[in-house]
């Protein structure tokens, strides 16, 4: 079995789904919040972390099955992940492949680093929201107060 | 001059284009003269420009000449004022959210001024409010109307087309500064940061204002600059930013502003936010370079010209 594993990238080959290559190391599970994937998931999922990458030196992959992720759903994992790329595979192929966008504004997902900021006060009715000053590397302005967020991963 | 004035309101310079801040600026001098105390009967200049129209001062924390100023402004053009008091507003806070005592207020007045502890509070509340919405301070945010009237001051000068300013003091936490220099490079000043090695221009905001083409230069030493400016922008450094007291001192020390600097370069004019500690020798206040009493005086016919174009007058 771990020999199996050891030769080839492709541990648990699917037959229909999604594969979301290329995800910046670490960031695996980040990107399954993103995706609103909880412990409370029926999906078949395979999340495979820190293995070697002629790209990116060491990558992340998640492997969703039987779900063909639409590219808004998908776009906002660009936050933490940008080099990500989605794969979309039908019977075992693949016939899809696309990378993400930053959406130009972000509401929800991420809350501001700022704590002093108003859109973390509890009492108050608001949504953070984020409008992207740029893509890679990622930073964000907070609309409420303004400041720059650059690393958006211990946020979400 | 016609431009689409097209704000409902005032919440930070970043909204605002040169186009639309020229033209507060120019509200701003046609009404002067409706600013200045009136000495002699019979000369008033007296406007009814907003009579019948009614300011809500919400202030969360103390700002009495901020608060002041706004009062000023909104009655010498024959409008009312209501106060909520930071100690009123400190019990309303303990109850009540922002958001509710903004729909609430917003129905009593036609415009309001925020002041409030958390930054980003008059982003939010102008989302809540029927009637337009002035910033008057965030938390360590934006205070939109002290960039205006510090911009009218160097327009008043006849600065603005051709500025060389030096920022000096705090400017990583000073946040007059950060507001000033962006709005400041949209009218291509060249910008010379003073300040001590721990309290510089942090590089984000740097490098905003180098998008925007503002050329940048900095500096731990006013004397390296002075005879390259003609503005000195001076703000408080604050002994809470150093752990050793005694460090503060030799820091503050360094950059105090007094006549033998000046004697450096006669013909510059020195600004300060105000309240103004030590960081001035009392010395430079009567010298024809001291504008920062004039520059406080400005506020009153910066604030006239925002009230009266959010009120459409
Ligand atoms: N049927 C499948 N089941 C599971 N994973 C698959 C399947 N087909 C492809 N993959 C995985 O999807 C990703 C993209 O596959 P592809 O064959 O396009 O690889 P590639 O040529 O390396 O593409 P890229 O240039 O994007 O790196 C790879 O990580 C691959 O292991
Ligand atoms: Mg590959
Ligand atoms: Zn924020």
């Given at each position: 079995m771990r020999k199996k594993m050891k030769k080839e990238l492709k541990i648990v080959p699917i037959k229909n789904g999604t594969v979301i290559d290329h995800?910046?190391?670490?960031q695996a599970l980040n990107v399954l919040k993103i995706l609103g994937i909880?412990?409370?998931?029926?999906a078949v999922l395979s999340v495979v972390m820190n293995v070697r990458s002629k790209k990116m030196g060491r990558k992340d992959i998640v492997k969703v099955e039987d779900r063909e992720l639409k590219p808004e759903e998908v776009d906002k994992i660009a936050l933490i992940a940008p080099n990500a790329t989605i794969n979309i595979i039908r019977d075992s192929e693949v016939i899809g492949k696309h990378s993400v966008y930053l959406p130009k504004s972000i509401e929800g997902i991420i809350s501001c680093a700022n704590p002093n900021c108003i859109s973390n006060a509890e009492k108050e009715p608001v949504i953070s929201k984020f409008i992207t000053?740029?893509?890679?590397?990622p930073r964000f302005r907070c609309v409420y107060c303004e400041r720059i967020m650059e690393d958006v991963s211990g946020s979400l | 001059m016609f431009v689409m004035f097209a704000k409902r309101h005032i919440i930070s310079i970043r909204d605002f284009s040169k186009e639309e801040i020229d033209y507060i600026l120019s509200r701003s001098e046609e009404l002067e003269v409706y600013a200045r105390a009136q000495p002699l009967r019979g000369s008033e200049k007296k406007?009814?420009?907003?009579?019948g129209k009614i300011l809500a001062n919400?202030?969360?924390?103390?700002?009495t000449r901020t608060r002041f100023c706004f009062e000023t402004a909104m009655k010498r053009l024959g409008g009312e004022v209501i106060n909520l008091s930071s100690t009123e507003a400190s019990s309303v806070a303990k109850g009540e959210n922002l958001a509710d005592t903004i729909r609430i207020v917003s129905g009593y007045c036609d415009v309001i001024a925020l002041r409030h502890p958390q930054e980003g509070a008059s982003r939010m509340a102008a989302s809540f409010s029927s009637v337009p919405v002035i910033n008057a301070g965030d938390g360590a945010g934006q205070h939109p109307t002290q960039t205006l009237l510090d911009l009218y001051t160097i327009k008043r000068e006849g600065l603005l087309d051709d500025l060389r300013i030096a920022l000096i003091g705090d400017l990583k936490y000073g946040r007059t500064v950060h507001s000033l220099a962006y709005a400041l490079s949209l009218y291509g000043a060249t910008l010379f940061f003073v300040s001590p090695e721990a309290l510089r221009m942090p590089d984000e905001i740097k490098l905003d204002l180098k998008e925007a083409g503002a050329e940048v230069f900095e500096s731990v030493d006013i004397k390296e600059v002075i005879k390259e400016v003609n503005v000195l922008y001076v703000t408080r450094i604050q002994k809470e930013r150093f752990p050793d007291p005694a460090e503060y001192s030799k820091v503050a020390g360094t950059y105090r502003i007094d006549t033998e600097l000046i004697k450096e370069n006669e013909d510059v004019i020195i600004m300060h936010p105000?309240?103004?500690?030590?960081?001035?020798?009392?010395?430079?206040?009567?010298?024809?370079?001291?504008k920062y009493f004039l520059q406080a005086f400005y506020g009153v016919p910066v604030r006239m010209a925002v009230l009266s174009i959010l009120l459409g007058k």
């Open positions: 995800i910046t190391a670490g909880n412990a409370r998931t029926d000053v740029s893509e890679n590397p | 406007s009814d420009l907003l009579e919400l202030f969360y924390e103390p700002s105000l309240p103004k500690v030590d960081e001035i020798d009392a010395a430079v206040d009567g010298t024809k370079n001291a």
